[in-house]
């Protein structure tokens, strides 16, 4: 939730964006992992983890 404060007060409205993709992502992420490989571990919790920070990098910088 700070993270959120943090991005609404330098960026404004436009950070909902940025949590909204996250999540979309994660969610996607795990729910394809959970049916791949029927299971969740920390290893592919690790790679959503550093692949949702480039989604929302990508984000902002579509964004600005």
Known sequence: T???VISFIFIGWDSLYLVASALMFGLVSLYYIQKR???ITGDTLGAVLELTSLVVLFTGVLLK
């Open 2 to 4: 700070s993270t959120l």
């Open 37 to 39: 490989i029927d299971g």
